[in-house]
């Protein structure tokens, strides 16, 4: 069980997260409404930041 800050986003509004790469504290406890058997879709866009390419030597 979580026990630490919670906040609302408004139905509607869009909310950007760190992961874990993101460095610093941990990231967040995400919860959302169940939406199963509602007809409602939801968007889920996960961006991943890169590791630079390995050095090849060219």
């Known amino acids: 069980d979580y026990d630490g800050q ?6 509607q509004s869009v909310a950007m997260f760190k992961g874990c790469l993101g460095g610093g504290e941990a ?5 959302s409404p169940q ?7 939801r968007l889920f866009l996960c961006a ?7 050095d090849r030597g060219a």
């Open 6 to 11: 919670l906040l609302h986003v408004p139905t």
């Open 27 to 31: 990231g967040v406890h995400h919860r």
């Open 35 to 41: 939406i199963a058997r509602t007809g409602v879709t």
């Open 48 to 54: 991943n930041a890169s590791k630079p390419p390995a």
